[in-house]
C-alpha cells in the first residue's frame, strides 16, 4: 500500500511546481527537501533583517508563471506581488562607459542610436523579428512536451512558424549577436546572457540570443525576495492537500522490478508512493539516488555523458547607505572574445578569471523591505564562471581571498567606497551551493546546456530508464531559469496526469 | 570508372573539409570540436 501517489524529491521551482499540480490533479503528494528552505536556486534566506536572495534574482517571460497559477484553477496576483524593473540593465564597460537598456524597444533604440548608430538598423530587425518569435514559440517549445520525436514532430505540424526560425537553434549564441550587431560594446551587452543559460557565446545555442530580448517584454522582482515565487505556489496549493517537508534528505530511490516505487531517507525511513519525481540534479538522480546496478547501459552511458552546468559564487551585501546605482541589474561587461576567454583559459584550467565579467543586483530598489529602514542589499557574482576546484584548491580554503578579491572589483569599477557602507557580508562558493542544493560540483544551471544538451537531448520528464520515474527542474527539457524550470513543471505533471490521471 | 570518381569526390570532399576547418577563427574550430565530442552522445541522451 503506498504512502503516497507522488513523492518529490526536492522543493525547486521544478520540485514544486510539478507537486502543485499533482496535488491540484487529486494526487495525493508529499516534497521532500533537504536543506531548511524551498525554493533551491530560486530562494532567500534572513539574516539580521537583511533578506538575500540565494541565486535567481528576477523572473523574465512570465507566461510559465502564469500557466502554473492558471492549471492551480488561481490568480497570480494572489498570491505573488511582482514589480517591474525598469531600466532593464545598467551597463558598466571596462574603459567606464555607462549606459542602461529601458524596457520600452523604441527608447532602448536612442540608447543604442547614441553609442554605436551603425547597429540601429540590426537592433531593429534583430527586435522585430525576435519578438515575433518569442510570442509565436512561447507556447510552442517553452511549454510543449518535447522529449521524442513524435512530439517534436507533432508541436511542429501544430506550429509550423518554428521551422522558419530553426536555423537560428543550429547557430551559436556569438553567431545571432554577430550578424545583426557590428559595434564590441553593443555585441558585449546582448551576448553575456548565454551564461545565464550556462554557456559562452561561442557554445551557446543562437537560441540564448533571445534571451537578452526577452527581457523587454519586461523583468519582474516578487516582493518579499524570490522566494516568494515558490512560497507563493506552495500556497496555492495548499488547499489541495500539497504537504512540503523540509530538513528531509532522501537516501535514494527504491526500485523494484525497474519500477520507482518509493524512496528511502537518510534515517532509513521507507516512503511508498505510485510514482517518484525528482527535482534534483539528474546526474545525481539517476547516479546516486538510482544508482548505476539499477541502470540499463545505454542509460549509464547517456547520463554520464552529461557535463554539469558552470558554478557561480555568489556574494550578498547588506550596506547602510543607498548605492550609487541606475538599475535593479548592473553589468560589468567586456567583447565576446573576452567572455570566451573567460571560460577557454580560466574556467576550463581551473583559474578563477581576473577579467571584468560581474552582475550586480540591487534588490531593494525594488523592495525596500528586504533590509532594515535606509538600509540595502546587494548580491553580486563577480569573475563568474569560476571553477570547483581552482587550481586543485579548495572553496572553502580560498574563501575569504575571493572575497576581498570580488569586492576589490566591486570598488574598480561600480561603487568605489562600498567597504566604509558593508553592515553585513556573505559568501556562497560552488562547495556551499553542492551542500545546499545537492548540485554537483556546484552547477547552477543543472547540466551544460547547448544544442546537444536541450529538449529531445536532455534527460527527459518521464524517465524510459526507470517506470514510474519522472524529473523536473534544470536538468530537463530546456534548462535552468525561473520560467525554464517552471516551464518544465507543467510538462512533467502533464506526463504524470497522462499516465496516472 | 563509377567507383573511381566516387573515392575522388570523397577524398576532395575531405579535403574541403578539413580545409574549411583549418580556414575557420579558432572560436569556430572549438565550437566544431566541442560538437564533435557531443555528438556521439546524442543517440544514448535522445532514450534517456
Known amino acids: 500500500m503506498a504512502d503516497y501517489d507522488a513523492i518529490v524529491i526536492g522543493a525547486g521551482l ?5 507537486g502543485a499540480l499533482c496535488a491540484k490533479n487529486g494526487f495525493k503528494t508529499v516534497i521532500l527537501e533537504q536543506s531548511d528552505l524551498i525554493g533551491g536556486c530560486c530562494s532567500t534566506y534572513e539574516r539580521e533583517g537583511y533578506r538575500f536572495d540565494i541565486g535567481a534574482s528576477i523572473v523574465e517571460i512570465t507566461q510559465p508563471m502564469e500557466r502554473v497559477f492558471e492549471l492551480l484553477g488561481k490568480r497570480r496576483e494572489d498570491y505573488i506581488d511582482l514589480v517591474p524593473c525598469d531600466p532593464i540593465y545598467s551597463f558598466i564597460t571596462e574603459d567606464g562607459r555607462k549606459f542602461s537598456y529601458p524596457t520600452d524597444i523604441d527608447e532602448t533604440t536612442r540608447v543604442i542610436e547614441q553609442i554605436a548608430p551603425e547597429d540601429v538598423e540590426g537592433w531593429k530587425a534583430f527586435s522585430n523579428m525576435g519578438m515575433e518569435m518569442i510570442e509565436k514559440m512561447m507556447d510552442a517549445v517553452m511549454l510543449s512536451p518535447l522529449n521524442s520525436i513524435p512530439e517534436a514532430l507533432a508541436m511542429v505540424a501544430k506550429n509550423p512558424q518554428v521551422i522558419k526560425y530553426a536555423p537560428l537553434f543550429l547557430r551559436t549564441h556569438q553567431g545571432v549577436v554577430r550578424k545583426y550587431y557590428k559595434n564590441p560594446v553593443i555585441q558585449g551587452s546582448v551576448a553575456f546572457q548565454s551564461y545565464f543559460a550556462g554557456a559562452p557565446p561561442e557554445l551557446g545555442s543562437g537560441i540564448f540570443g533571445f534571451i537578452a530580448l526577452s527581457e523587454h517584454m519586461g523583468i519582474f522582482y516578487p516582493k518579499g ?9 506552495i500556497n496555492a496549493a495548499s488547499d489541495f492537500g500539497l504537504e512540503v517537508r523540509t530538513g528531509t534528505k532522501v537516501e535514494n530511490i527504491i526500485v523494484e522490478g525497474g519500477k520507482a516505487v518509493g524512496v528511502r531517507l537518510e534515517d532509513g525511513t521507507e516512503m511508498r508512493s505510485r510514482f517518484v519525481v525528482s527535482n534534483l540534479n539528474a546526474k545525481v538522480t539517476y547516479l546516486k539516488l538510482i544508482r548505476p546496478e539499477n541502470l540499463p547501459k545505454w542509460a549509464l552511458k547517456a547520463i554520464s555523458s552529461y557535463e554539469v552546468s558552470m558554478p557561480c559564487p555568489m556574494i ?5 547607505a543607498k548605492p550609487d546605482l541606475d538599475a535593479h541589474h548592473t553589468v560589468v561587461t567586456g567583447s565576446i572574445d573576452a567572455m570566451n576567454d573567460v571560460w577557454n583559459n580560466y574556467y576550463k584550467k581551473g583559474v578563477i ?12 530598489e525594488a523592495d525596500p523591505s528586504l533590509a532594515p529602514e535606509g538600509h540595502h542589499v546587494l548580491n553580486f557574482l563577480c569573475n563568474a564562471p569560476a571553477p570547483y576546484a581552482p587550481l586543485g584548491d579548495n572553496w572553502d ?9 570580488a569586492l576589490d572589483e566591486l570598488e574598480k569599477y561600480v561603487l568605489p567606497d562600498v567597504r566604509d557602507h558593508i553592515t553585513i557580508m556573505d559568501v556562497s562558493t560552488p562547495l556551499d551551493f553542492e551542500r545546499r542544493l545537492l548540485s554537483p560540483q556546484g552547477g547552477i544551471y543543472g547540466l551544460f546546456s547547448d544544442m546537444t544538451t536541450l529538449a529531445l537531448f536532455r534527460p527527459h520528464s518521464r524517465s524510459r530508464a526507470i517506470k514510474n520515474l519522472y ?8 534548462g535552468g531559469g525561473v520560467p525554464t524550470t517552471l516551464a518544465s513543471g507543467v ?5 504524470i496526469l497522462r499516465d496516472h490521471g | 570508372m563509377k567507383s573511381k570518381i566516387r573515392a575522388a569526390l570523397g577524398v576532395a570532399l575531405l579535403a574541403g573539409a578539413v580545409a574549411a576547418y583549418f580556414s575557420a577563427s579558432e572560436s569556430t574550430r572549438r565550437y566544431i570540436k566541442h560538437l564533435g565530442k557531443q555528438v556521439p552522445y546524442l543517440p544514448y541522451r535522445y532514450l534517456i
Do not use: F, N
Not at chain 1, 510538462?491 to 506526463?495: G, K, L, M, P, V
Open chain 1, 316 to 320: 550578498y551585501v547588506g550596506l547602510d
Open chain 1, 353 to 364: 578569471p581576473r577579467t571584468a565579467m560581474s552582475l550586480i543586483c540591487w534588490p531593494t
Open chain 1, 397 to 405: 580554503r580560498i574563501k575569504d581571498w575571493y572575497r576581498e578579491a
Open chain 1, 225 to 233: 525576495g524570490m522566494i516568494s515565487i515558490p512560497q507563493g505556489i
Open chain 1, 471 to 478: 524529473l523536473t527542474g534544470s536538468s530537463t527539457h530546456l
Open chain 1, 14 to 18: 521544478g520540485g514544486i511546481s510539478t
Open chain 1, 491 to 495: 510538462i512533467t505533471s502533464s506526463y
